[in-house]
């Protein structure tokens, strides 16, 4: 039921904020709600897309590797002048991803690897790349400790990404009892507010309830995945 600002007013302040303190309990219930079914979907969608997921992230890692050893090769170049020969040794493969180790050890390291991966991928199925810095920079590091072959390490590190302090994920609203400030409750009203429509909006939420059959987004995904791990494919092919 909506507040309205007039009939608030002229409420005694104890009612007006438990009717604020409703609302917000009400629109909360709703948001954990639709967060809940879209994680639901979320996860399944990520199990039958794995492989692409880990493949993109791979391919975008030594991307930004290839880019950043050709712009050292450059100022070599230009500091030793045209006959400067390129040195053995500087090129990356997706092979070296996968280190050696004890099969039992590579069997945990490869598990706790895939999870993690898929946990940074960025925004993962909206086909949006607003966090992708962000990501590849954990995910460089998770590569990082993976070829080390460090398993404890990697069992921190992957600790640490479902912690969600590695992407700075923003957790729930906190709840805090006994506030008797009419100003505050607006701000966490309106703050619910926001977080519920975003949540609405969220493509695979709106998939999930306006999709007559919501699994049908898997075939698109797919195609749209196919064509980005062949752009970057491309991308890190050597000349």
Request: aromatic share 6%; charged share 30%.
């Amino acid at each position: 039921m909506a507040i309205s600002n007039s009939n608030s007013l002229l409420l005694p302040n104890n009612e007006r904020q438990q009717l604020l303190k409703a609302r917000i309990r009400a629109i909360e219930a709703e948001l954990n709600q639709i967060q809940q079914k879209t994680l639901a979907f979320e996860t399944v969608l990520r199990t039958m897309l794995a492989n692409e997921l880990i493949e993109i992230q791979e391919l975008t890692v030594l991307y930004k590797q290839q880019k950043k050893e050709k712009n050292l090769k450059r100022l070599a170049q230009k500091k030793r002048g045209k006959n400067y020969v390129e040195p053995i040794g500087l090129t990356v493969s997706l092979k070296s991803l996968k280190p050696e180790i004890l099969l039992e050890s590579a069997k945990e390291m490869k598990r706790l690897y895939r999870e993690a991966m898929l946990q940074v991928h960025p925004d993962k199925f909206s086909i949006q790349e607003d966090q992708l810095e962000l990501a590849t920079e954990v995910t460089t590091k998770l590569i990082e400790i993976y070829k080390s072959g460090d398993l404890e390490q990697l069992k921190l590190y992957h600790s640490h990404i479902f912690s969600g302090n590695a992407l700075e994920i923003v957790g729930a609203m906190v709840k805090t009892e006994n506030i008797a400030d009419d100003l505050y409750l607006k701000n966490e009203l309106i703050k619910v507010e926001q977080q519920l429509q975003q949540a609405k909006e969220k493509y695979t939420y709106k998939v999930l309830t306006e999709y007559s059959d919501p699994m049908s987004f898997i075939l698109e995904l797919k195609e749209f995945y196919a064509d980005k791990i062949n752009k970057l494919k491309k991308r890190t092919r050597f000349k």
